[in-house]
C-alpha cells in the first residue's frame, strides 16, 4: 500500500509537469527558504474540474523530515465526493481496506482521524506496512468550500505531528477563515 501511496505522489508530480507553466508558485504559509522547491502548475484537463493551485515540497537532506504540500480547487462531482470524504474520512480508509477489485490482500494498516480545533473540513491519514518493514506515511487534508468550489490543501510527510501542524498553517494562509 506504501508503493500504491508513493506511486500516487508520482503520478500527481508527473501529471503537474507535463501541463506546467515556467512560473512556479509557492504555496502560502511555508518556510520562505531554500530548502523549499515549487513545481510551475497550471490547469488540468481533467473535464475542468480539478484545478492544482500550488505545489511545494522539501525533501532530505535540505529539510528533514520530508514534506510535499499542494492546494487544489475542485468543482462539481470531484468537489462533492472529496467535500464528503473530508467530512467522513473513515469512507476512505474502508475503500482503502477493501479487497474489492484486487489480486492481492492489503497489507497496510490505515488509521484515519478526523481534525477537530480547525475552521476547516479535514483529517490526517497514515499508511504502515502491517509487517513493520517501512516506516507509515502520513497525511493530512483540510478542505472549505468558496461558491461552487472545493479548496483543498494536501500535506504528505514522514512525521505525524508535522504533517498536522503543516497542514493547519498552511490552510489558514491559503483557505483564510
Not at 1 to 25: A, E, H, K, N
Not at 46 to 71: I, K, N, Q, Y
Not at 81 to 99: C, G, H, Q, V
Request: hydrophobic share 40%.
Amino acid at each position: 500500500m506504501l508503493r500504491l501511496f508513493s506511486r500516487s505522489i508520482l503520478v500527481l508530480l508527473t501529471l503537474s509537469l507535463t501541463g506546467c507553466d515556467y512560473i512556479p508558485r509557492t504555496v502560502a504559509g511555508l518556510q520562505a527558504d531554500a530548502s523549499w522547491g515549487a513545481l510551475p502548475l497550471r490547469k488540468w484537463l481533467a473535464e475542468d474540474r480539478t484545478e492544482p493551485v500550488a505545489l511545494s515540497f522539501c525533501a532530505p537532506p535540505s529539510c528533514s523530515p520530508g514534506l510535499a504540500v499542494s492546494v487544489i480547487r475542485l468543482k462539481g462531482k470531484d468537489a462533492r465526493i472529496t467535500e464528503s470524504l473530508l467530512k467522513d474520512p473513515e469512507r476512505l480508509a474502508r475503500a482503502l481496506r477493501s479487497p474489492v477489485g484486487r489480486t492481492k490482500p492489503v497489507k497496510t494498516d490505515i488509521a484515519v482521524e478526523r481534525l477537530k480545533g480547525t475552521p476547516y473540513t479535514g483529517f490526517t491519514i497514515a499508511l504502515a506496512p502491517m509487517d513493520g518493514g517501512k516506516p507509515p506515511a502520513y497525511g493530512a487534508a483540510l478542505g472549505r468550500r468558496s461558491g461552487e468550489d472545493l479548496e483543498v490543501v494536501l500535506v504528505i510527510g514522514e512525521a505525524a505531528d508535522v504533517v498536522q501542524q503543516t497542514a493547519r498553517q498552511v490552510a489558514a494562509r491559503e483557505l483564510g477563515t
